[in-house]
């Protein structure tokens, strides 16, 4: 592992993916570098259909690119088996989506506390699922299943369920996509002291450039290219420099 790896919570060297067959071939990523380092925050902008969510999908690791490789911390995650993927997924990354995702049959805290049974680990997770439902906004609510719950206090809970293992790298795609303006700025607010708090680091999707402006650095995507990068950390996003293994 190199000095460099060592800084950043994620690099992303020449990722690409392709879809359809030798006769309709789309190129929904063309050779997408990045990296973040430890505890910063990247917006990751761009038209609708530029390849934002198929980038974060293979930063979370799921889903395979065609070519190109991810590390997190330094570990290559197309290298391990699926497995071992889904473990470091469970163990080291939080993952909050448009329309929350949470599971409908199960109430706020039990949602949370999955998250901690998958990843394992000491402590009680029905405890420490209530103290993060608590930290959000929702001590009181921990019996209320999402289809009663508004869609901010859903994507609290989602963000309880991503925060509360306490993993490394936080993802969020378009997080407040589905909600209006005022509810949307809460959720946000939120996301940001969580993330300062744990030290984690930030990979954000979203089309509001205000927003995206809040971070540390801003890769935009335009027909699965990078158009722009920008930001006030200059390094944040840079391409990872090749390596001899990716030359070999
Ligand atoms: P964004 O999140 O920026 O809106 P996406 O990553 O969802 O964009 O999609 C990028 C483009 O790739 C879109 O045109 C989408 O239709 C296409 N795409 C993504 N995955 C597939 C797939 N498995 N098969 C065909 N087209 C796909
Ligand atoms: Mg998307």
Request: hydrophobic letters at 45%; charged letters at 20%; a negative charge.
């Amino acid at each position: 592992m190199s000095s460099n790896s060592d800084q950043n919570a994620i690099v992303a060297e020449h990722l690409c993916k392709t879809v359809g067959d030798a006769g309709a071939r789309l190129a929904v990523l063309d050779d997408v570098s990045l990296r973040v380092p430890r505890g910063g925050s990247l917006a990751i902008v761009g038209p609708s259909g530029s390849g934002k969510s198929t980038l974060l999908g293979l930063l979370a690791g799921l889903d395979l690119p065609s070519s190109g490789r991810v590390l997190i911390d330094g570990t290559d995650l197309f290298a391990l088996d699926e497995d071992a993927r889904a473990r470091l997924r469970a163990t080291r990354l939080g993952f909050v989506f448009q329309n929350f995702q949470l599971i409908a049959h199960l109430d706020a805290l039990h949602n949370v506390s999955l998250a901690l049974d998958i990843a394992g680990g000491p402590g009680s997770p029905l405890r420490e699922a209530r103290e993060m439902l608590a930290r959000v906004g929702l001590g009181g609510r921990e019996h209320r299943k999402p289809g009663v719950l508004s869609g901010g206090e859903q994507q609290r809970v989602a963000l309880a369920r991503a925060f509360v293992t306490r993993p490394g790298l936080l993802l969020a795609d378009e997080p407040t996509g589905n909600l209006d303006a005022a509810t949307g700025a809460r959720v946000i607010e939120l996301l940001f002291e969580l993330q300062r708090q744990q030290g984690s680091t930030l990979v954000l999707v979203t089309h509001d450039a205000q927003l995206a402006a809040r971070c540390d650095a801003v890769l935009e995507l335009q027909a699965g290219r990078v158009l722009h990068r920008g930001g006030a950390s200059a390094a944040a996003a840079q391409p990872a420099e090749p390596t001899e293994s990716t030359l070999s």
